[in-house]
């Protein structure tokens, strides 16, 4: 029988009991999204003793199935006001999992200033002062060297950095990979929810820990090699994202002029070479060292989509550098060094923002004359002084939309508070719709609708034309919900998009686990079951259709090269999440 | 005519990312993909002048040919 902990901070004091049976078919985001809609106050204060976080395991996490080790955590979040499921990487979900541990849940918040560490190990949980050395500025580089000297190199963790402790609504969660490194569970500022009950940490011994038991192992066996091979027989899962990582991305979308620069007034850049994907492969294998081209979040991932990029003298400076902050701090704010943009990334990664949110809220800043363009030395020291909670960094820490604010611009490009992403929806159709009405705030993980107009991965649509986007935007928004809910990373889509054998065997898996018999209409209903939950959430938290809209500036200003405006209208918009 | 042609990813290997080629009207976007010894099914996104296409298009003068293996991230 699988355990579900709560972990109420306002006693320091812990139950574990047997999964309630309304969750027990449930993992990953459905978990963590279904608890927070029946548990959360939708009209709490994010940061106020109300808000409640769940970390959860997806239902596939812990097993011998390729890419099941990512973890979702869920609250009402204090970006968006929104409900929230971030994912992550790292070694937690599987200990998690193997430990037989569903869910975790905090709630409440303590009396005085001190911070915890809350350790889960198979014999119980325990409630511990967090050491003095890993608070007030210690960033988690060194806050996990630490904590691996105390508890042993062996347990997992999910951290705030210092943006969490100061409760900064893009703090991310960190959890600890296979290499002492970290992934985060980034978009949204969990890591503020995390602080505002003053846990510094959850370390995660699986000492004792035994295996996830699979009903069927026969057939989980049979059909984790369909699916492992479908994984490794596509040529994006299989090679591409392992030697370019997802950063090959900045070519497509500049070719494509959807790669917005200079905080959203063009869809190209000149220096796309600098900072592709093509430059960092070659960059990572020419300064060899500890330098590595691919690299797994977790153990079990067999795409491989993150890599350890170094410096000139071969020495490591940050790992899981995605496109997404190289094309934030890179096109969006214009920093022209790809050396400059990993060593804000590193130091993004040890205050513990969100590396999407910062680098979005920097360009908003150059606009707005916090900085000057370009300056990536500014923005490195702006950024490490968010560990000493300095007032522009806080202010940058605050995220785009109080950025715009604090600058008094109109262009202030964010979904329900939430930074737009790298993919401009005025010459990529499909992913606006996604933005807009996504029940996270702009977010492209939601329902990546690259995939089909860019990509040509599973659809082909045409990015600047509005046919078939509505029906797109919704089935991947559906799809990438059920996904979210079985552990696997994401990437898997681009192995099974096109290869109903390769979907038909994650399904097979979770059957084989579970001993149950779902179809992949049960998996729809899945994701959709998911989606209303959200929605119904956003609802009772305020938020009506007049909130999925993009900003107005978008509806107005043409973006070249292709010069284009947002003009799906209102009640077009609207036929997204109508299922 | 004149034409400009990118690659990207894998197709840079043992090729120049950016060259401009002399080529005859009418050339289709499949002829100037052999021309650079990539199998045309080795190709997973064509843009021309940053606008989706496929092998079967024809080229104009000044056209800038972008040429991608299957590539994706996210
Ligand atoms: S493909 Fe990338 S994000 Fe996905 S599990 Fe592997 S390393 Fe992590």
């Known amino acids: 029988m699988m355990k579900f902990i709560r972990v109420d901070m306002t006693t320091l004091s812990s139950t574990t009991t047997d999964v309630p049976e309304k969750y027990a078919g449930l993992g990953g985001r459905a978990l963590t999204s279904n608890f927070v809609n029946d548990e959360v106050k939708a009209s709490c204060h994010p940061l106020g ?11 596939l996490s812990g097993t011998s199935a390729p890419n099941s080790g990512r973890i979702s955590v869920g609250a009402k979040s ?3 006001g929104t409900i929230k499921e971030s994912n992550s990487g790292g070694s ?45 500025g210690c960033g988690n580089y060194d806050a996990i060297k630490i904590l691996n000297e105390k508890y042993g190199d062996h347990v997992g963790m999910a951290l705030a950095g210092p943006a969490g402790e100061y409760r900064m609504p893009s703090a991310n969660i960190s959890f600890k990979d296979p290499d002492g490194n970290m992934r985060s569970a980034g978009r949204g500022g969990l890591g503020a929810v995390l602080g505002s009950k003053k846990v510094k940490g959850i370390v995660i011994d699986p000492t004792g820990a035994g295996n996830v038991p699979i009903a ?8 984790s090699k369909v699916f492992a091979k479908a994984l490794l027989d596509h040529p994006v899962a299989g090679q591409g994202l392992a030697a370019y990582g997802t950063d090959v ?5 500049n070719e494509a002029g959807g790669l917005p620069a200079h905080n959203f007034t063009a869809g190209r850049i000149d220096h796309n070479d600098n900072i592709s994907g093509e430059t960092m492969n070659a960059t990572i294998s020419e300064r060899g060292g500890e330098g590595k081209v691919s690299h797994g979040c977790h153990k079990g991932c067999i795409i491989r989509c993150s890599q350890w990029y170094a410096d000139k003298q071969g020495k490591y400076i940050t790992s899981g550098f995605e496109y997404e902050t190289i094309w934030g701090l890179g096109a969006d704010a214009g920093i022209k060094s790809l050396d400059a943009i990993a060593y804000i990334d590193r130091a993004m990664d040890d205050v513990g923002v969100d590396s999407i949110e910062t680098a979005v809220a920097v360009a908003t800043a150059m606009e707005g004359g916090l900085i000057p363009w370009g300056d990536g030395e500014a923005v490195l020291k702006i950024v490490k002084g968010i560990a000493k909670g300095e007032p522009l960094s806080r202010i940058i820490a605050g995220g785009t939309a109080i950025v715009g604010k604090v600058c008094g ?27 807009a009405t ?6 492209h993980t939601a329902g990546y609708c690259i995939s089909g107009n860019i990509l040509k991965v599973g659809a082909d649509l045409d990015p600047l034309k509005k046919d078939g986007q509505i029906e797109y935007a919704r089935a991947m928004q559906i799809g990438t919900a059920a996904v979210d809910s079985t552990g696997m990373c994401l990437f898997v889509y681009f192995g099974i998009a096109d290869n109903p054998a390769g979907y038909q065997a994650l399904i097979d898996m979770i059957n084989a686990q579970y001993g149950i018999s779902l179809t992949s209409a049960d998996v729809d209903e899945l994701g959709k079951s998911v989606l209303k939950v959200e929605l119904e959430f956003n609802r009772k938290a305020g938020f009506t259709n007049l909130d999925d809209r993009l900003p107005e500036f978008m509806e107005y200003e043409p973006i070249a090269p292709h010069n284009v405006v947002w003009d799906f209208t209102p009640e077009e918009i609207d036929e997204v999440m109508k299922f | 005519m004149k034409i400009t042609v990118r690659l990207f990813a894998t ?4 090729r120049e990312k950016e060259s401009t080629i002399e080529t005859a009207p009418g050339t289709k976007v499949e002829d100037v993909v052999r021309t650079f010894n990539i199998p045309p099914e080795d190709v997973a996104i064509i843009m021309i002048n940053g606008r989706g296409k496929t092998l079967k298009d024809v080229l104009s003068e000044g056209d800038v040919l972008a040429l991608f293996p299957p590539v994706g991230g996210g």
């Not at chain 1, 192992?217 to 059909?223: D, G, K, L, S």
């Not at chain 1, 991305?249 to 979308?253: D, E, H, K, M, T």
């Not at chain 1, 930074?419 to 933005?435: E, S």
């Open chain 1, 49 to 59: 003793r109300n808000n409640k976080l769940i970390i959860a395991p997806g239902l």
């Open chain 1, 249 to 253: 991305l900045v070519n497509i979308l």
């Open chain 1, 438 to 443: 996504t029940t996270m705030g702009a977010d």
């Open chain 2, 11 to 14: 197709f840079r290997e043992n």
């Open chain 1, 216 to 223: 069927d192992p026969e057939a989980f066996q049979a059909a």
């Open chain 1, 409 to 435: 611009l109109y262009r202030v490009p964010v979904v329900k508070d939430q930074g737009i992403p790298a993919y401009d929806p005025r010459a990529v159709k499909g992913i606006g719709l996604t933005y």
């Open chain 1, 78 to 80: 204090p970006l968006t």
């Open chain 1, 92 to 136: 937690s979900s599987q200990m998690l999992a193997k430990m037989g541990i569903k869910a975790l849940v905090i709630e409440g918040m303590p009396k005085g200033d001190k911070f915890y560490i809350i350790k889960v190990a198979m014999d119980g949980v325990t409630i511990e002062e967090a050491p003095e050395k890993i608070l007030n």
